[in-house]
């Protein structure tokens, strides 16, 4: 049985904190596998407390700290409506991003961040979860796939100048 974690939303006051673990995770995750220059690129726009800022005031979205034994684990970010960053569909709930610090990797904290989200769809009555995850996220994409997310699309996605293709996956409830 794997250990609970507490799942906190994020508020503005949390916002340094945030975007720290945000931009820790990213690197930890893909710049082993990108450029330097297109990860420092990327970082410079996607990884500023501006657009924190007004993620976090967005009305259609939501953030989620994971606690794992008190400490923050990692992080969810959660859109409805025109916060959806491509369908914008009021039927659905996009999972834009959930990111685990590499050190509670293992934990199943992935896992109660997925059931929280779809939890969360569910009880809002809403048809299906969609998320996009990079095509060479193979490990990422096995994972949704083994909570039934299906494989509908894929878009461009750009990291510095490399375009690059994420696949578009969803769940219906």
């Not at 720290?20 to 500023?48: C, G, P, Q, V, W």
């Not at 916060?83 to 934990?107: F, S």
């Not at 896992?111 to 969609?130: E, G, H, N």
């Not at 996009?132 to 193979?138: A, I």
């Amino acid at each position: 049985m794997p250990l609970s974690v507490e799942i906190k939303k994020v508020t503005i006051a949390d916002i340094d904190t945030l975007l720290n673990l945000s931009r820790k995770t990213f690197f930890d995750a893909f710049a082993h596998l990108n450029n330097a220059a297109d990860m420092e690129s990327y970082a410079a726009n996607a990884f500023i407390k501006q657009r924190f800022e007004e993620e976090l005031r967005n009305p259609g979205s939501e953030f989620y700290f994971a606690l794992f034994e008190g400490n923050i684990a990692g992080y969810i970010k959660l859109n409805y409506n025109t916060a959806q960053t491509e369908l914008q569909d009021p039927a659905a709930l996009e999972i834009e991003r959930i990111y685990i610090l590499n050190e509670y990797q293992g934990k199943q904290i992935g896992k109660q961040l997925i059931d929280f989200a779809i939890d969360t769809a569910i009880s809002q009555k809403l048809s299906y979860v969609w998320l996009g995850v990079w095509e060479h996220n193979t490990k990422a994409i096995s994972f949704y796939k083994n909570k039934g997310f299906e494989q509908f699309g894929s878009h461009p996605f750009m990291l510095g100048s490399d375009e690059q293709t994420d696949i578009m996956m969803k769940l219906a409830l």
